[in-house]
């Protein structure tokens, strides 16, 4: 089944402890993309990535790291966390830049205390 | 279900009504859209899309009209359903595909 999965899907942590949120995707896509979903503030962009190696900046990208040593995987990285960072993330694909369809993951909730 | 906005705007419909979401998007450039469908406790999911070059696209029970004059997206569902009910976020891409622009959703609730 053609899915874009993350893990975990529910975190409490507390400020300044490094954490990762892991992304996979299995439909070969090059692009992939985090975003944050905040009530009131909608779903904002922190990075994405247009294949190995390759990653940019999107609207959000303060205190998040990314990394995209390979195609299927795209890692959030925050290095120290704070309460700020609490949240509901969201990981995408597609395959690739241009006008096409992102394909969204289940989504992990974040709670920085 | 994790919940994706405390004060959206909300617009409740019979069952078997036809509903129309509206939305207003920043960018002239941006050159395709995106109406995403997103439930408690799951991400958007795609419903459907069109490009700039077009006015209306046409899916199963979903019509998408674009308004580029005022930069104006809608959503008409037709016959709406109980599994309608979900917040609705229209999309917009820029920076050459490279990143998508949200609006902030509204929750359509279906009354059976």
């Known amino acids: 089944e053609a899915q874009v999965t993350q893990n975990p899907r529910y975190l409490i942590t507390v400020t300044g402890k490094k954490l990762t949120v892991t992304c996979s995707q299995n439909m070969n896509h090059e692009y992939m993309s985090w975003y944050r979903q905040d009530p009131g503030l909608g779903l904002r962009q922190i990075y994405y990535?247009?294949?190995?190696?390759?990653?940019d900046k999107g609207d959000v990208p303060e205190g998040y790291k990314v990394s995209r040593k390979e195609k299927r995987n795209f890692p959030l990285i925050l290095e120290s966390p704070s309460p700020n960072q609490t949240s509901l993330y969201f990981c995408?694909?597609?395959?690739?830049?241009?006008?096409?369809?992102?394909?969204f993951g289940p989504g992990t909730r974040l709670t920085v205390l | 279900g994790e919940s994706v906005g405390l004060h959206l705007p909300t617009l409740s419909v019979q069952e078997g009504d036809n509903s129309i979401i509206n939305c207003a998007y920043s960018n002239s450039a941006s050159d395709y859209f995106i109406w995403y469908k997103q439930e408690s406790g799951k991400g958007p999911q795609f419903i459907i899309d069109i490009r700039s070059n077009m006015d209306k696209r046409q899916g199963q029970r979903v019509t998408v009209l674009l308004n580029k004059t005022v930069k104006h997206l809608s959503l008409q569902i037709a016959a709406t359903q109980p599994g309608d009910s979900a917040v609705y976020f229209c999309a917009e891409n820029n920076n050459a595909g490279n990143m998508l622009t949200f609006g902030g959703g509204t929750r359509l609730m279906v009354k059976p």
């Open positions: 995408a694909s597609k395959r690739g830049g241009g006008a096409d369809t992102q394909y």
């Open positions: 990535s247009m294949n190995v190696e390759v990653t």
